[in-house]
């Protein structure tokens, strides 16, 4: 995993608790996105969908309360990585999945959503998506 600096990781932190209060808001808007500019995935959502915005958060919550802590990111991102590919999620999802999650947190955000945050969500996201990809696809 590339490393993320301290500074990325109060980034990441500092935004993502900034918009908790709004998560449900959140999470709309990044599956709105995302069957938007990836209708193909929508078959992949089975079942209730407000149950999955629920895991979603819970899942991003856990990632980026861990994103210091490589001992527990890393098992934790590899057995949702597994989990995805029971699911039928292929690499070339990742890239949208994470097009939808900055863009909502850039809309979540609105101003506070800087360069240097956009940067290190990005970062955060290649290197755990990176980590998930090669330990379920290797």
Known sequence: MDRLSAVDIERVRHSFDRVWSESQRLSDLFYARLFETAPEVRPLFRGDLSEQKQKFLGTLAVIVGSLENA???????????????????????????????????????????????????????GAVTGHMIASAYA
């Open 71 to 125: 001992a527990v990111l890393m098992p934790a991102a590899e057995t949702l990585a597994r989990q995805h590919v029971e699911y039928g999620v292929a690499p070339d999802h990742y890239p949208v999945v994470g097009e939808a999650l900055l863009w909502s947190m850039a809309q979540c955000l609105g101003p506070h959503w800087t360069p240097e945050i956009a940067a290190a969500w990005t970062k955060a996201y």
